[in-house]
């Protein structure tokens, strides 16, 4: 069985949290506490695209993240 985060005809949202980082959601699902929808719905190549214009960093925004 493949992931529904691996589907190519689905439908998705861009999510992204509060350290900017970004996620693709299908939209079947609840969007998780803490992240907000920025792009979509729309269709998983289209998203895709939304994320790298839009997701220049390649980390989160805090310093902190990573750090043990």
């Known amino acids: 069985m493949s992931s529904p985060f691996d589907d190519a005809d689905g439908v998705f949202l861009v999510v992204v949290d509060d350290e900017g980082r970004h996620s693709l ?3 079947f699902a ?3 506490a803490g992240w907000t929808t920025v792009h979509g719905p729309a269709g998983h190549e289209d998203c895709l695209d939304y994320v790298q ?5 390649l980390g989160p925004l805090s310093p902190r993240w990573g750090r043990a």
């Open 25 to 27: 959601w299908p939209l």
């Open 30 to 32: 609840p969007v998780p």
């Open 53 to 57: 214009r839009s997701w220049t960093g």
